[in-house]
């Protein structure tokens, strides 16, 4: 890969291999609660430009590539809506060309030693009483904006800092008090796979923590230290901000020696939809300068409001690459409190899914190739009843509930406040030859695979159009599941 950019880690600064940044990994029955809906299209950034017969050409080896990323292979690379796939392992993979100018990638950068082997101790006391309160803007004592030099001296005993290790490894990240007792918020990326978390308050106490709950989806971590009398943070709505607001953060970019850093900025966007690990977020954006290590830490409003937890940075992956300045990214306040609050009573987050993986096809797509906006689907757990009621890979959802799809992100909130159980009316179009490919490549991934590869090392030249025919299947009444029940064993 060329001259990329990526989302840069804001934890432990050791640069990451693309190859492992840009690969996303099957779910596996012992790992996170599987989550269907993975939103991998990338709007974001300057395009080239793609011809409609290339794009139209290579959709069904995409499609069957992908399935057999995922089925095969260990995952599918998807991108900016391309899907990537690959066969073998390791530096032998094979990439196919993005054919866009900005390539949007996780921003976990994992400690070295970790790996899942590793876990941190669990927390055994009763977290139940741990909520998240969220407050108007400027709702504080003073209700008055505090000058950088009062805002950072107010605010910094509220803050901490993160070393974990595996093995003879360490990382850094950041993060803040939510209770005097003792309970402390970072990023799930910063504490998984490894052994040990040690936090250190502003007062240089060190104490060593132990896992409350963890949600690798919305990236949010809650911890518990044997510490009393601390200073905790006060939460502000994020749904109350408004773009061009003053924003702080203060934490440890690019590990101790920088301990305790202020950096300053604004709110300058919100609602961006990033794919991150293999989960689409909805995060804001921020001018605030963060780096590695400042993940977990908190985003405050100039009243010392925490807005957010600091989690992705956008950053030049080359040299020879464009610049990009000043693109922080931050989890919102009101997925905090939803997130900690779920943690702090279960240990874990249970959702209301479809039980599928898809990513989006948007109107780009739509104008080169005649296939309708939607979400296209590329895989199906066999326990849900989207199976059952018939759905295949390689379906398109084009509404829900009767409302049209544009993201997988938007789906997520239609349902959001739905329950397992509940139900939801899809309405699919379906290609008959590309479902039948679909199939074919699961129930023969062998076989397949060396016709896909095949295919997808033929030059442009040999490669003739391809004419689509996605017809209106119908309406699906399927119900949603719990993402808890998808991991159950038969």
Not at 478 to 485: E, H
Request: proline share 6%; hydrophobic share 35%; glycine share 8%.
């Amino acid at each position: 890969m060329s001259d990329e950019q990526k989302y840069e880690p804001n934890f432990h600064y050791t640069p990451k291999d693309v190859e492992e940044a840009m690969k996303l990994e099957e779910p596996s029955p012992s790992a996170a609660p599987y989550t269907p809906a993975y939103d991998q299209a990338r709007s974001t950034g300057p395009r080239r430009a793609v011809s409609k017969k290339k794009a139209s050409s290579f959709l069904p080896v995409i499609l069957v590539g992908a399935l057999l990323g995922l089925l095969v292979f260990g995952g599918a690379k998807l991108a900016q809506n391309k899907v990537y796939w690959h066969f073998g392992s390791g530096s032998s993979e094979e990439e196919a060309d993005p054919g866009f100018g900005y390539n949007f990638e996780d921003d976990v950068e994992v400690n070295q030693g970790a790996n899942e082997n590793y876990s941190l101790p669990a927390y055994e006391g009763d977290s139940s009483g741990l909520s998240i309160p969220l407050n108007a803007p400027g709702a504080t004592e003073s209700a008055v904006p505090l000058s950088p030099v009062e805002f950072y001296q107010s605010q910094l005993a509220s803050t901490v800092s993160i070393t974990v290790y595996a093995g003879q490894s360490a990382a850094y990240g950041s993060g803040m008090i939510l209770s005097d007792d003792g309970y402390i918020l970072t990023c799930a990326h910063v504490i998984q796979n490894t052994e040990t978390c040690v936090v250190t308050l502003s007062n240089d106490k060190q104490y060593e923590a132990k896992l409350v709950g963890s949600d690798e989806q919305t990236d949010l971590a809650v911890l518990k230290i044997q510490a009393k009398n601390l200073k905790p943070v006060t939460f502000c709505d994020s749904e109350q901000l408004q773009i061009g607001e003053t924003v702080y953060v203060i934490g440890d970019p690019l590990g101790p020696q920088f301990r305790g850093s202020l950096s300053e900025g604004i709110l300058s966007g919100m609602n961006r939809t990033v794919s991150s690990g293999g989960y689409a977020q909805m995060l804001m954006q921020i001018t605030a300068p963060v780096n590695s290590g400042n993940s977990g830490g908190p985003l405050f409003n100039q009243f010392g409001q925490v807005i957010g937890v600091v989690n992705m940075k956008m950053s030049s992956k080359s040299p020879t690459a464009a610049s990009i300045d000043n693109m922080g990214l931050s989890i919102p306040s009101q997925t905090v409190k939803k997130i900690v609050e779920s943690l702090a009573q279960t240990g874990s987050v249970t959702r209301p899914v479809l039980g599928i993986s898809c990513y989006t096809l948007d109107e780009v797509y739509e104008h080169m190739t005649g296939v309708p906006k939607g979400l296209w689907v590329i895989s199906i757990n066999e326990k849900s009843d989207c199976a059952k009621q018939g759905l295949l890979l390689g379906d398109l959802i084009t509404q829900a509930d009767g409302i049209p799809l544009q993201s997988v992100p938007q789906f997520q909130q239609i349902i959001a406040d739905r329950k397992p159980g509940d139900t939801v009316v899809l309405t699919v179009w379906r290609d008959e030859k590309l479902a039948e490919e679909a199939q074919k490549a699961k129930e023969s991934p062998e076989s397949s695979a060396s016709s896909s590869a095949e295919a997808s090392t033929s030059s442009e030249e040999e490669q003739k159009p391809v004419s689509y025919h996605f017809k209106y299947l119908g309406d699906f009444t399927v119900k949603l599941i719990s993402s808890k029940d998808l991991d159950k064993e038969n």
